[in-house]
């Protein structure tokens, strides 16, 4: 953002007030949401949100102008931080693209063997017929998948079963040396006094998995 500032006059104003409001806060929504798939305008409005919520002295122009630089500059230093796992990212998404494209639904195993199919289908509309009524009109799927949200949602899709993955199998083990077990997403909870032999057993079962 520095170097933007002073060599580039054309965009000096969003890199300064980006410059100035910037901290960990700030973008790390962004960066979480990242392995999800986030979009620029995704990125855009989730930092908007925050600069919102700091009632900074920037007007409604200026907010947005420094939203859409911090949000470019953010989503370009992932992309240069992490770039195997984009690579990774990229060739999934390919991957849906191409099943999409033959009008079939994403659908994968996990390691625990649970069966996921993507349910995104083009909705219709389809018009029943009464003899003493008015007709209905019925919206409903159709067999056509859609294909654009098959591609975009198969990463953040498939990230997600993996932590499902990991959780089920954390909270086997822990149930196999009778502990108590509670979770919610990727926050697990257990009692204080047993924390240190959760923390060894779901690191053992990430490494399983």
């Known amino acids: 953002m520095q170097r ?19 901290d960990r806060k700030l973008v790390k929504q962004t960066v ?26 920037l007007d409604d122009d200026e907010l947005f102008g420094a939203s859409c630089y911090a949000a470019k500059v953010t989503l370009t230093a992932l992309e240069e931080m992490f770039q195997g796992a984009r690579n990774i990212m990229k060739w999934l998404c390919d991957g849906a693209k191409v099943i999409a494209s033959e009008n079939q639904p994403v659908r994968w195993t996990t390691p625990l063997g649970l069966p996921v199919v993507q349910p ?20 409903g799927e159709t067999n056509k998948v859609m294909a654009k949200r098959q591609r975009i949602a198969f990463f953040p899709n498939f ?18 040396e009778g502990l108590n077990f509670a979770g919610v997403h990727d926050s697990y909870w257990m009692h204080a006094c047993d924390v240190d032999r959760m923390n060894r057993i779901l690191r053992e079962k990430f490494v399983e998995l």
């Open 4 to 22: 933007d500032a002073q060599e580039d006059p054309a965009i000096f104003p969003d890199a300064l007030h980006a410059r100035r409001l910037v």
């Open 32 to 57: 979480m949401t990242s392995v999800y798939g986030v979009t620029y305008i995704g990125a855009r409005e989730q930092i908007k949100r925050r600069l919102k919520e700091r009632k900074s002295s």
């Open 120 to 139: 995104y289908r083009k909705l219709g509309r389809h018009i029943v017929s009464q003899n003493f009524t008015s007709d209905v009109d019925i919206a």
């Open 159 to 176: 990230v997600h079963s993996l932590g499902g993955t990991h959780m089920m199998m954390t909270a086997v083990a822990c149930k196999k």
